[in-house]
């Protein structure tokens, strides 16, 4: 069936450095790819999507590519922030389907 | 606009029992999920309603189960408790067959 898998964390960066969260999925067809964030104690936000393979989601400084070669859609932002500290889930979908997660990467941003 | 809301926050149930939980969704939608989200773990699917049917189900056993009412919103219930339940539930919204889902804040419970 269909999975997700991220980088296990946690990842540790100190403000203002780059940030990359690896994602691979297991598809058949042509799922539409999330990422979802998760602060302390509360539910799951929509970061940003892609719904077809070199769309580019962006949101607040992060950024993924649905990459179907490489079956890969990593998060990317050029500088971190304190305030950017949660976990970050990685997720796929067909056609308005179940949402198939991974197990989360948390991320941890000193000053 | 309201966004997905559940009901309540926190819950607290001894083994044995059973509980429901409570789900809004977010005006105009007709989908409504649930999924459960295990302490360090991604969210699992429990189950999706659509006009008032389960429209899917993951793999999770028939103690859990669920309503639809006529103003979409939804009810996950969940009977004889195992410690294992413990968990976040999450609810999440959609219109059927839309790409995106807006999710709640979640109802913690514990099971002890």
């Known amino acids: 069936g269909d999975s997700v898998t991220q980088m296990e964390g946690p990842v540790t960066l100190s403000e203002e450095a780059f940030l990359t969260i690896n994602c691979t999925y297991t598809?058949?067809?042509?799922?539409?790819l999330f990422w979802y964030v998760q602060y302390p104690g509360e539910g799951l936000q929509l970061l940003l999507k892609?719904?077809?393979?070199?769309d580019k989601g962006s949101n607040k400084g992060f950024e993924a590519t649905y990459r179907k070669e490489t079956t890969s859609f990593h998060l990317e932002k050029g500088s971190v922030q304190v305030s950017d500290s949660a976990v970050y889930f990685c997720a796929l979908n067909q056609a308005g389907t179940a949402l198939i997660f991974g197990k989360g990467t948390t991320l941890s941003v000193s000053s | 606009d309201a966004g997905v809301t559940q009901s309540p926050t926190h819950l607290i149930k001894t083994r044995g029992q059973q509980v429901t939980l409570r789900c809004s969704p977010k005006?105009?939608?007709?989908?409504v999920s649930w999924y459960q989200q295990a302490l360090g773990q991604g969210p699992q699917f429990i189950f999706q309603y659509y006009e008032e049917e389960e429209r899917q189900r993951g793999n999770f056993p028939d103690r859990f189960s669920g309503h639809q009412f006529p103003n979409y919103s939804s009810e996950l219930n969940v009977n004889a408790l195992l410690l294992g339940d413990s968990a976040l539930y999450l609810c999440?919204?959609?219109?059927?067959?839309?790409?995106?889902?807006?999710f709640g804040q979640g109802t913690r419970l514990t099971v002890v």
């Open positions: 598809a058949t067809g042509y799922p539409s």
């Open positions: 999440a919204s959609s219109l059927v067959r839309a790409v995106e889902a807006f």
């Open positions: 005006s105009g939608h007709d989908t």
């Open positions: 892609a719904t077809k393979a070199d």
